[in-house]
């Protein structure tokens, strides 16, 4: 039966209790470390491999961050052969229907986007869940592109860019992080 | 009450979604597809098995005054470990239930069953009870999250077979509740006809 209400036994109960979990977790965390970061990282890898060309070494390790306009942004050089073939830049932006939306946006060293790619979001499903390649091909608009004659902005503010019907906001917010993520690419290039 | 009886029990007579109606919050906001609905009731009734086996075990050395606190610590701990083998091995479906995970820890299906079942039985049969209680959640999970999805976007499990977008209230919140409540109607009504 359970035992009496007492002070001591109360703070000995909890106490034991928390010990006994909180060893539990540190096991568990130490068992799972490892192919957590690896999970990460193949998630990572397998983004900027969607959005370059073939390349050779290992861009997660190259990592460059800068914070362009206030923002953090973290560019993944690839190269092939010594040569770079293109930049995999992950950009966010707070501008979307719900939430960060963080994408990567592959550039070929000329500045040309190549592929894009959506990291994470939470936009509406069915709506602005559109900006997902697997779900509508919406984004490949932006492919072949080059952002000095291709104005990265929607129809409806003056750009070139056909929004999403009835996502108009999540179209936005994509412009302003392709945007981000080319004044990105232009401060790793023209050093 | 034998072992299948107790199983049986949590999926019908004491379906935690369909008859007690606990836990609506991760019901509602992770049955948008059949399998989110799936991987949330998963992992939903591996929390339960897991904490109503501890919770019969100590709940002889928990004064009764500081039972709460003591089986939301279990029910956390074990929560978390099972975001943390989420994240290890199943990262794409961590990826989607994300936010949902951790407040397994606040569903009251999972108190309820510490405090009013596995506090009071032995730990075979809070197992068992864990397992039925979380089989029932899942199935019924299941069958909200293909309800919605057959509705919502013409496929189900993923799998399309008509073409076009459906209808896209069942995909967002208010789908949500409107499927819920015929499932229940439905539920109900069968199992009146069984009894």
Redesign the interface.
């Known amino acids: ?6 002070l001591k ?2 703070l000995l ?2 106490f ?3 010990l006994g ?1 909180s060893a ?2 540190g096991g ?2 130490i068992l ?1 470390y490892e ?2 970061e690896l ?2 990282k ?2 990572v890898n397998a983004a900027i491999a969607a959005v370059v060309p073939a390349f050779d070494n290992d861009p997660s390790v190259e990592i460059i961050e800068k914070v362009v306009d206030g923002k953090k942004v973290k560019i993944y050089p690839a190269l092939h052969g010594g040569e770079p073939v293109g930049y995999a830049i992950e950009a966010s932006t707070t501008q979307g229907f719900s939430g960060l939306i963080v994408l990567m946006i592959g550039f070929l060293p000329d500045g040309t986007i190549h592929n894009s790619a959506v990291v ?1 979001h939470a936009e ?4 602005g869940d559109k900006i997902e390649q697997k779900k509508a091909n919406w984004s490949l608009q932006f492919n072949g592109k080059h952002p000095d004659n291709f104005k990265l902005s929607v129809r409806k503010d003056g750009g070139d860019v056909d929004a999403i019907t009835a996502s108009t906001i999540t179209s936005r917010a994509f412009c302003d992080a392709v945007e981000l993520a080319y004044k990105a690419f232009l401060t790793v290039t023209q050093q | 009450m034998n072992k299948l009886q107790i199983i049986t029990k949590g999926i019908i007579k004491e379906n935690p979604v369909f008859v007690l109606l606990l836990g609506m919050c991760p019901v509602l906001g992770t049955s948008s597809s059949a399998i989110n609905g799936l991987g949330m009731g998963v992992a939903t009734m591996m929390v339960l098995i897991m904490s109503n086996a501890v919770v019969s075990i100590v709940a002889g050395a928990i004064p009764n005054q500081v039972r709460i606190p003591a089986y939301i610590v279990v029910i956390a701990g074990f929560t978390t470990v099972v975001q943390l083998m989420m994240q290890a091995y199943t990262p794409g479906l961590y990826a989607t239930l994300g936010i949902f995970i951790p407040l397994i820890a606040v569903n009251c299906v999972l108190l309820a069953r510490a405090e009013a079942y596995a506090s009071k039985n032995s730990v075979l049969n809070s197992v068992f009870d864990g397992l039925g209680i979380g089989l029932g959640f899942t199935l019924a999970l299941t069958a909200l999250g293909a309800v919605r999805e057959l509705l919502g976007s013409m496929s189900v499990f993923g799998y399309k077979f008509a073409s076009g977008d459906g209808m896209l209230v069942f995909i967002l919140a208010p789908g949500a509740f409107i499927a819920l409540g015929y499932l229940i109607v439905i539920f109900n009504k069968l199992t009146k006809i069984k009894a």
């Open positions: 039966m359970a035992k009496e209400s007492s036994n109360m109960c909890l034991g209790v928390t979990v539990l977790l568990v965390y799972t192919s957590i999970a990460k193949n998630e994470s509406t499903p069915g709506l």
